[in-house]
């Protein structure tokens, strides 16, 4: 059997990225117990490339090796402790595992013992701390009875594990420390369905806390959008009774900078509320993998997350959708005044041009009246010097009567003279109608 050539296909530039997009963050096979900390830190300026160098030392401190160029997930084994890199889109996360050794005695719940401690601590990030899960896995004879010693009961959120026996519990509220704390209680899963059961509770918590960034944000635009909201009712109102450009102007620019404001913030909140919403279906789809059965008589998590963040989606995507209906109607308004406007200022113009054709009317009427005077006054000067022509040939002893000539010659000089004017000035009312609508094709 011989192997297709494939050097005859032209690969895909992206090709063999895609297609190990889906190996791109495999699970880790976990024995329990074992002790799992999560640290979410979000992605701000040159941060993620300053953790990344950060995490190349901590390696080379350690003699691992150090994650290679645009790699998004990278694994470290150090002793008993083993530390997962993962770099996504606006956040990274470094996930500390630690498993207990054998024939270790009873320990506090989520007790992080020293040399975990340590190498937290010499892990430095720069990002912005967001997220801090402890999350811990035992074998617990009834998960239900071990959940109701660690968490307060008042918010405690227990589920069964779908397709598995045991538990998952939490009551989602920050410890001393200021970690998020949660209870896995499973019996007898393989490693690599416990790693991925693990996985799958952090990446939930991750997703949700990253969810919830959107409501600050909506509810920092809220009280622009209500302004904003209240002013183009007053600005459509007096609409109604503005009858001045000056006013009908006035109204326009301020209905512009309203649409500019929102503008602005709904250009910066684009993001964040679009993330927001990607966040929350991760979470259902979480859920939806995770959750079993609720424990009564406590809520499930589906309950207890749909109480609390389903609420600040809602306002997240009402404020989103506020933006955008009160953007058509900003723009809706400013385009009645600017269309308001624009007929004003055609019937101003309208105005300037009948004044200027009335203007025009009387230039030219004065300019006939002063052509009459010029061939009057052109004529006087022609007729005179014509008479000291005829008195010099009557002088000179031609049969010449002066006064007569003069007399007979003043109508011919008179018509020659008006001919011509008439002539120059049809030639330039000619050349002037041509270039007009020259300019007019």
Aim: glycine share 6%; net charge negative.
């Amino acid at each position: 059997m011989t192997s297709l050539d494939k050097s005859a296909f032209t690969p895909h530039a992206l090709r063999e990225s895609v297609l190990n997009e889906v190996h791109a963050r495999p699970f880790t096979p976990l024995a329990q117990p074992v002790l799992v900390i999560r640290f979410a830190f979000m992605a701000k300026g040159d941060s993620p490339a300053v953790d990344r160098a950060s995490l190349a030392a901590f390696c080379a401190q350690h003699g691992a090796l150090p994650p290679e160029p645009g790699v998004k997930h990278h694994q470290v084994d150090l002793g008993p402790v083993r530390l997962r890199f993962e770099q996504h889109s606006e956040f990274a996360t470094l996930t500390w595992i630690w498993s207990p050794p054998a024939g270790a005695g009873p320990r506090h719940f989520g007790a992080i013992a020293p040399e975990l401690q340590a190498l937290i601590a010499a892990l430095p990030q720069a990002g912005e701390l967001l997220v801090a899960v402890k999350l811990e896995v035992e074998n617990a004879a009834d998960p239900v009875a071990r959940a109701e010693e660690i968490f307060d009961k008042s918010s405690l959120a227990i589920v069964t594990i779908k397709g598995s026996a045991g538990a998952v519990a939490s009551d989602f509220r920050l410890d001393d420390d200021g970690f998020t704390r949660i209870l896995v209680c499973a019996d007898g899963p393989t490693p690599e369905r416990l790693g991925a059961l693990v996985q799958r509770v952090l990446e939930l918590e991750t997703y949700r806390t990253l969810a919830l960034l959107g409501l600050p944000a909506a509810l920092a635009l809220a009280p622009d959008v209500d302004r904003i909201e209240r002013r183009l009712v007053e600005v459509l109102a007096e609409m109604q009774g503005a009858q001045s450009f000056k006013l009908n102007n006035h109204l326009l620019r301020e209905l512009t900078e309203l649409e500019a404001l929102l503008e602005r913030g709904a250009t910066g909140s684009l993001f964040r509320f679009g993330a927001s919403r990607a966040y929350y279906d991760l979470v259902q789809a979480r859920l939806a993998v995770i959750e079993g059965e609720p424990v009564a008589p406590y809520s499930s998590w589906s309950s207890f997350l749909a109480r609390r963040t389903a609420p600040a989606m809602r306002t997240c995507n009402a404020l989103e959708g506020r933006q955008s209906n009160l953007s058509l109607k900003l723009a809706r308004a400013a385009d009645l005044l600017r269309t308001r406007v624009n007929v004003e200022l055609e019937q101003q113009n309208r105005d300037l041009l009948r004044s200027m054709n009335e203007r025009t009317k009387l230039q030219l009427r004065l300019q006939s009246t002063v052509e009459g005077l010029s061939v009057a006054a052109i004529g006087y000067y022609v007729v005179s010097l014509f008479g000291y022509l005829a008195k010099g040939a009557h002088d000179t002893g031609l049969p010449v009567e002066p006064t007569l000539a003069t007399a007979a010659f003043v109508p011919v000089a008179i018509a020659l003279i008006w001919f011509t004017t008439h002539q120059i000035r049809k030639r330039h009312l000619k050349e002037d109608h041509e270039a007009e609508k020259a300019e007019q094709e």
